[in-house]
């Protein structure tokens, strides 16, 4: 559980270092990452670096709280996209495998929305 924790700390931080690299070396290669809001998933280590690499405007992410149990974590994230004034909660759901990779994310926002153009190349809709 510990190793599940550490990962799901991780992956915040590195997230918002923008440290790509880093985060890479959490992710299986055949990562899925999903956006029930949206309704779009992302499949693959590079497309999902690639997406956040081009994630527009300037985001933040600190975590609030992580509760870890085997294989799996769930976070509660405060979010802050663009001004400091304009924050959001969004939670997140790991699954992490025997070697310590993230295998799944499902990213939860609060409202669903309509997802922005120029990403078309990178998800798949459901």
């Keep these: 559980m510990d190793a599940t924790r550490r990962a799901a700390q991780d992956y915040v931080d590195r997230l918002e270092r923008r440290d790509w690299a880093g985060l890479s070396g959490l992710l299986a290669g055949d990562v899925v990452y999903e956006m029930p809001q949206t309704r779009e998933r992302i499949r693959g280590r590079e497309s999902f670096l690639?997406?956040?690499?081009?994630?527009?405007?300037?985001?933040?992410?600190?975590?609030?709280?992580?509760?870890?149990?085997?294989?799996?974590a769930a976070l509660l994230l405060d979010v802050q996209v663009d001004a400091p004034?304009?924050?959001?909660?969004?939670?997140?759901?790991?699954?992490?495998?025997?070697?310590?990779?993230?295998t799944r994310i499902v990213d939860y926002w609060p409202d669903p929305y309509d997802p922005p153009p120029?990403?078309?190349?990178l998800v798949e809709r459901y």
């Design 118 to 121: 120029g990403r078309e190349h």
């Design 85 to 102: 004034d304009q924050r959001q909660d969004a939670c997140v759901w790991l699954d992490v495998s025997d070697q310590g990779l993230i």
């Design 50 to 72: 690639r997406f956040n690499a081009e994630y527009p405007g300037d985001w933040h992410l600190a975590v609030r709280r992580i509760v870890a149990d085997g294989r799996s």
